[in-house]
């Protein structure tokens, strides 16, 4: 049994009937040379590798009267084939059928009544190939631990490789609710002096705090000549100020997904010919897509767009490679930074050049705030006043009002060498991720194989042409080669 911790627990307050919390991820296998995979040989392989993954075989158990943060138990019922699936697409399985299939189950809610995870076998893509989505609650992965629990799925041989005798899955006797509420009350007992070194610790350093935040925003707006208009400046990216968009609306509970695949030497064409990162070129290459697309629709704003962009607070700052046993432990240990987007810019370089210094004052902002704030304080957050909170925040348009960013940007470390699925080549990997109300777009990229995967997902009435962005990246892309050669 394990608690779930704030920030875990702030996962499932989020979720309404419009905002699923969920990540997922889209493999395209290479079925060449490699004997076929049917439902029965995907869940023979699943079943030999739960041991490594346990939250797997673990369902929710909440504090009554949602006092406190629910726990992790052992499913007693637990019941694989519920959560494999299988599906075909009709000819002739254009990649636009997939992404539509993909938006069609991404949109659904995962039952909390079972371990929070699904995955599907598709068949009848395009060129024969086959398809394995997978999508997993927030509450039990980042986006770090996500692709660890890739790792445990995946080997690096199509031999795939020898595993341990495991016991029978046993499971372990859950608490009933008096206990869960014992539990509770003795935690009550201490949780007043905690809330108040927390607290008196905030206030002494709230000081220094706020000339560490504003410091590096000072002296890059100096740098860049900054005066609110635009002429390339760049703006600090503040928790308020945020330009109204048509992505910063209430959202609906339909969605939309497209993929794209670059070429990982073209981007670091790019990155070595600026002196920039390649997270640089990916925001940039997000700003001129969002850009052409907010032109579109006759919207674009003068003022940048900002991002959230979700940043790791894992103390040992790195993924699990594939074959090396158990993942580290899921949970949520992620923070942001809120870079802007230079959308205001119309030539690619100036805007690769301003990406690169919004993204260091958003990182220089990000290190002066105290390391694991955001775990500190939703620690004492009360699961059923913050899932009040938060539907009331849904029914408010409160996030519209105050429209702290306009879309989610996200870059995740994939692994750079080929890794194998029940034998067959894992040829591509688009991450799907999640849309809070009131911004209705995720732009989320993984590196694998010398290629960058695209994968966004977005609100299907407000971005009904969410595949255009996606075209449009590789666009930005391709101008920005042109300019550097």
């Given at each position: 049994?394990?608690?779930?911790?704030?920030?875990?627990?702030?996962f499932?307050?989020?979720?309404?009937?419009?905002?699923?919390?969920?990540?997922?991820?889209l493999?395209?296998?290479?079925?060449?040379?490699?004997?076929?995979?049917?439902?029965?040989?995907?869940?023979?392989?699943?079943?030999?590798?739960?041991?490594?993954?346990?939250?797997l075989?673990?369902?929710?158990?909440?504090?009554?009267?949602?006092?406190?943060?629910?726990?992790?138990?052992?499913?007693?019922?637990?019941?694989?084939?519920?959560?494999?699936?299988?599906?075909?697409?009709?000819?002739?399985?254009?990649?636009?059928?997939?992404?539509?299939?993909?938006?069609?189950?991404?949109?659904?809610?995962?039952?909390?009544?079972?371990?929070?995870?699904?995955?599907y076998?598709?068949?009848?893509?395009?060129?024969?190939?086959?398809?394995?989505?997978?999508?997993?609650?927030?509450?039990?992965?980042?986006?770090?631990?996500?692709?660890?629990?890739?790792?445990?799925?995946?080997?690096?041989?199509?031999?795939?490789?020898?595993?341990?005798?495991?016991?029978?899955?046993?499971?372990?006797?859950?608490?009933?609710?008096?206990?869960?509420?014992?539990?509770?009350?003795?935690?009550?007992?201490?949780?007043?002096?905690?809330?108040?070194?927390?607290?008196?610790?905030?206030?002494?350093?709230?000081?220094?705090?706020?000339?560490?935040?504003?410091?590096?925003?000072?002296?890059?707006?100096?740098?860049?000549?900054?005066?609110?208009?635009?002429?390339?400046?760049?703006?600090?990216?503040?928790?308020?100020?945020?330009?109204?968009?048509?992505?910063?609306?209430?959202?609906?509970?339909?969605?939309r997904?497209?993929?794209?695949?670059?070429?990982?030497?073209?981007?670091?064409?790019v990155?070595?010919?600026?002196?920039?990162?390649v997270?640089?070129?990916?925001?940039?290459?997000?700003?001129?897509?969002?850009?052409?697309?907010?032109i579109?629709?006759?919207?674009?704003?003068?003022?940048?767009?900002?991002?959230?962009?979700?940043?790791?607070?894992?103390?040992?700052?790195?993924?699990?490679?594939?074959?090396?046993?158990a993942?580290?432990?899921?949970?949520?240990?992620?923070?942001?930074?809120?870079?802007?987007?230079?959308?205001?810019?119309?030539?690619?370089?100036?805007?690769?050049?301003?990406?690169?210094?919004?993204?260091?004052?958003?990182?220089?902002?990000?290190?002066?705030?105290?390391?694991?704030?955001?775990?500190?304080?939703?620690?004492?957050?009360?699961?059923?006043?913050?899932?009040?909170?938060?539907?009331?925040?849904?029914?408010?348009?409160?996030?519209?009002?105050?429209?702290?960013?306009?879309?989610?940007?996200?870059?995740?470390?994939?692994?750079?060498?080929?890794?194998?699925?029940?034998?067959?080549?894992?040829?591509?990997?688009?991450?799907?991720?999640?849309?809070?109300?009131?911004?209705a777009?995720?732009?989320?990229?993984?590196?694998?194989?010398?290629?960058?995967?695209?994968?966004?997902?977005?609100?299907?009435?407000?971005?009904?042409?969410?595949?255009?962005?996606?075209?449009?990246?590789?666009?930005?892309?391709?101008?920005?080669?042109?300019?550097?050669?």
């Amino acid at each position: 049994m394990q608690q779930l911790s704030g920030l875990d627990a702030g996962f499932l307050a989020l979720e309404t009937p419009r905002v699923v919390v969920h990540v997922g991820g889209l493999c395209i296998l290479d079925q060449a040379g490699a004997p076929p995979l049917d439902l029965e040989r995907l869940c023979g392989l699943i079943s030999e590798r739960l041991p490594l993954v346990p939250v797997l075989r673990r369902r929710l158990a909440e504090v009554p009267l949602g006092l406190d943060m629910p726990y992790w138990v052992d499913d007693p019922d637990f019941d694989l084939e519920y959560h494999v699936r299988e599906l075909a697409l009709p000819a002739p399985g254009s990649d636009a059928q997939l992404a539509e299939q993909i938006a069609r189950i991404h949109a659904r809610q995962l039952d909390r009544g079972r371990p929070l995870w699904e995955l599907y076998l598709i068949s009848g893509a395009h060129d024969g190939r086959l398809a394995v989505y997978s999508k997993i609650h927030h509450a039990a992965v980042d986006g770090i631990s996500g692709t660890e629990l890739l790792t445990a799925l995946v080997d690096l041989s199509p031999d795939g490789r020898a595993m341990p005798a495991s016991p029978p899955y046993v499971p372990e006797h859950g608490p009933g609710p008096l206990d869960l509420l014992a539990r509770t009350t003795r935690l009550y007992l201490t949780r007043p002096w905690t809330v108040a070194r927390l607290a008196a610790g905030l206030v002494r350093q709230a000081p220094s705090l706020g000339v560490s935040y504003l410091q590096p925003l000072q002296r890059l707006l100096r740098l860049s000549g900054w005066n609110g208009g635009p002429d390339g400046g760049v703006i600090g990216a503040l928790p308020v100020g945020a330009p109204s968009t048509p992505l910063n609306r209430t959202i609906t509970p339909h969605r939309r997904a497209a993929f794209r695949r670059v070429s990982l030497d073209d981007v670091k064409q790019v990155k070595n010919a600026h002196g920039v990162s390649v997270n640089d070129v990916v925001m940039a290459m997000s700003a001129g897509a969002l850009r052409r697309w907010l032109i579109d629709h006759d919207a674009l704003p003068e003022q940048p767009l900002v991002a959230m962009v979700p940043v790791s607070v894992r103390a040992d700052g790195a993924t699990a490679t594939a074959g090396d046993g158990a993942a580290r432990g899921g949970g949520n240990k992620i923070s942001a930074m809120f870079p802007v987007l230079p959308t205001h810019l119309a030539d690619p370089v100036e805007r690769l050049r301003v990406a690169n210094q919004a993204t260091r004052v958003a990182k220089a902002q990000h290190a002066a705030l105290p390391p694991g704030l955001m775990h500190d304080v939703t620690s004492f957050a009360i699961p059923a006043l913050a899932g009040r909170a938060s539907r009331v925040v849904s029914q408010l348009g409160l996030m519209q009002r105050v429209n702290p960013f306009n879309l989610v940007v996200s870059n995740v470390p994939g692994p750079n060498i080929p890794v194998y699925l029940a034998g067959l080549r894992l040829a591509e990997y688009f991450p799907v991720s999640t849309i809070p109300d009131g911004q209705a777009l995720n732009i989320t990229v993984l590196g694998y194989l010398g290629a960058l995967h695209f994968g966004l997902i977005a609100c299907r009435e407000l971005v009904p042409d969410v595949d255009r962005i996606a075209g449009y990246l590789v666009t930005e892309l391709e101008d920005l080669l042109k300019a550097t050669d």
